[in-house]
């Protein structure tokens, strides 16, 4: 229901753009938001937007990130610029409607797509 792609490798202050494809859901009255998890940690909170097109970002990637939906395409992406080695992961997509206070939190999406892998080199 979600597929997540964009990743790859790149250099330290690259860019790279992920998408995630929604469907089988109503896109219009979901949240979606962006998690990423690096070997050996948690899943971290990146970015979501919700379905009135309010923007949350995780303090790491503040000024350097963006995300963004296409509603006719069921799409919403991530603009990543500026890349850090801090920035490696995998990184996930995930749907849902969770109240305002849990749009960062991993307890507020229903639904999760596959990870991409995000590569940056120093």
């Known amino acids: 229901q979600l597929q997540a792609s964009g990743g790859g490798l790149v250099q330290a202050g690259g860019s790279l753009r992920l998408s995630c494809v929604v469907s089988?859901?109503?896109?219009?009255?979901?949240?979606v938001g962006w998690f990423r998890q690096a070997p050996g940690k948690e899943r971290e909170f990146v970015a979501t937007?919700?379905?009135?097109?309010?923007?949350y970002y995780g303090d790491s990637v503040k000024g350097r990130f963006t995300i963004s939906r296409d509603t006719p395409k069921n799409t919403v992406y991530l603009q990543m610029n500026s890349l850090e080695p801090e920035d490696t992961a995998d990184y996930y997509c995930?749907?849902?409607?969770?109240?305002?206070?849990?749009?960062?939190?991993?307890?507020?999406?229903?639904?999760w797509g596959q990870g991409t892998q995000v590569t940056v080199s120093s």
């Open positions: 937007i919700r379905y009135n097109g309010a923007k």
């Open positions: 089988g859901l109503t896109f219009n009255g979901l949240t």
């Open positions: 995930a749907a849902g409607s969770p109240i305002l206070s849990a749009a960062a939190s991993v307890n507020g999406y229903r639904h």
